[in-house]
């Protein structure tokens, strides 16, 4: 157990909607990394907070946008969704936002099936 | 940009004999290399690191891992497979610019240990 939770673990839904994706990140660590995995794509970065602030951004769609709250939990908003946004969502953790080991620790992810 | 290849999508090997998990790099500057593996339906969880040092890198579950500069390859090895390293190994990289710790990973390669 990594003691990153994200909620929920899967989740199906239309064309057209949106959902939120959770991430409670390892107590202690500051910084909360999003990542989607599809078998097209594999492992694709998406996005870094750390303490609230946006760190670093990926290949993020501008249908999708992610937070960190004071409390330090993130959340992943995705909207408009296409079949192709199915895929595995994952969140990672870590101490800091730079200089840390570069160990990630990695929730089991939000499994999304767009119909 | 930062990135790391795995040449092989499947690595089969007999448990007991050797395995290695190819990976190459292309970075500017020094690399901050790493490996991680994924059982099914689990998050990714780190195995080792290189960031400077020793070329030869131990990490958990009797891997360890070869960094040659002159090959630009940090291959991952193990003396005697057991069924139980079955799983999707991914080869990563520290990507700048250096606020972040995010990590570009490659498109993974799946080991499969026969009994």
């Known amino acids: 157990d990594s003691g990153v939770t994200q909620t929920p673990k899967h989740l199906i839904t239309a064309t057209g909607q949106r959902v939120t994706l959770r991430c409670s990140p390892r107590?202690?660590?500051?910084?909360v990394y999003w990542y989607q995995q599809s078998l097209d794509q594999g492992l694709q970065f998406l996005i870094h907070?750390?303490?609230?602030?946006?760190?670093a951004k990926g290949n993020i769609l501008e249908r999708f946008s992610a937070q960190q709250f004071p409390d330090l939990h993130s959340e992943l908003n995705l909207s408009s969704l296409e079949l192709g946004d199915s895929a595995l969502y994952f969140c990672?953790?870590?101490?800091?936002?730079?200089?840390?080991?570069?160990?990630?620790?990695f929730g089991e992810g939000s499994r999304l099936t767009v119909l | 940009a930062q990135s790391v290849a795995q040449p092989e999508d499947q690595v089969n090997v007999a448990e007991g004999n050797p395995l290695t998990v190819k990976c190459t790099y292309s970075?500017?500057?020094?690399?901050?290399l790493f490996w991680y593996v994924q059982y099914p339906n689990r998050g990714l969880q780190f195995l080792l690191k290189?960031?400077?040092?020793?070329?030869l890198v131990k990490g958990s579950y009797g891997f360890e891992a070869e960094f040659n500069k002159s090959q630009t390859s940090f291959h991952l090895k193990k003396p005697s497979a057991l069924v139980s390293d079955s799983a999707l190994y991914f080869c990563?990289?520290?990507?700048?610019?250096?606020?972040?710790?995010?990590?570009?990973f490659g498109t993974g390669t799946r080991l499969q240990v026969f009994p």
């Open positions: 107590s202690g660590d500051l910084s």
């Open positions: 990563a990289v520290r990507d700048p610019p250096y606020n972040t710790d995010k990590l570009i």
């Open positions: 970075v500017s500057g020094n690399p901050y």
């Open positions: 907070y750390y303490n609230g602030e946006e760190r």
């Open positions: 990672a953790s870590s101490p800091h936002g730079f200089g840390n080991t570069g160990e990630l620790f």
């Open positions: 290189y960031i400077t040092g020793d070329n």
